[in-house]
Nanobody, 121 residues
Framework: QVQLVESGGGLVQAGGSLRLACAAS????????MGWFRQAPGKEREFVAD????????TYADSVKGRFTISRDNAKNTVYLEMHSLKPEDTAVYYC??????????????WGQGTQVTVSS
């Protein structure tokens, strides 16, 4: 069983920065594709970024390219999301996820409990 625990959320002013962390545990976690998703009030959960097990293949949503950086430390079983130049529209609950198999599938993948990020204007 895979468990994911996010931390690092909070309240920040527009233009500020935050660093989220996701502590992962469970069998095979270091070999899994890991990602961050977010869900704003009244909106569907959306993809933010993901990173493969080697850290060499990374994908970002267009809305965060150039501002967010995803990384992982397999020795610590931790995935990070560094967020810079934050905007009010980045306000959401941010979820860490571990891919069950081959592609993102919300019904099969593993999810953390989420951490709130609020960006004030």
């Amino acid at each position: 069983q895979v468990q994911l625990v996010e931390s690092g959320g909070g309240l920040v002013q527009a233009g500020g920065s935050l660093r989220l962390a996701c502590a992962a545990s469970g069998r095979g976690i270091s070999s899994k594709m890991m990602g961050w998703f977010r869900q704003a009030p009244g909106k569907e959960r959306e993809f933010v970024a993901d990173i493969n097990w080697t850290g060499r293949t990374i994908t970002y949503a267009d809305s965060v390219k150039g501002r967010f950086t995803i990384s992982r430390d397999n020795a610590k079983n931790t995935v990070y999301l560094e967020m810079h130049s934050l905007k009010p529209e980045d306000t959401a609950v941010y979820y860490c996820a571990a891919q069950y198999y081959n592609r993102w599938d919300a019904n099969r993948d593993y999810w953390g409990q989420g951490t709130q990020v609020t960006v004030s204007s």
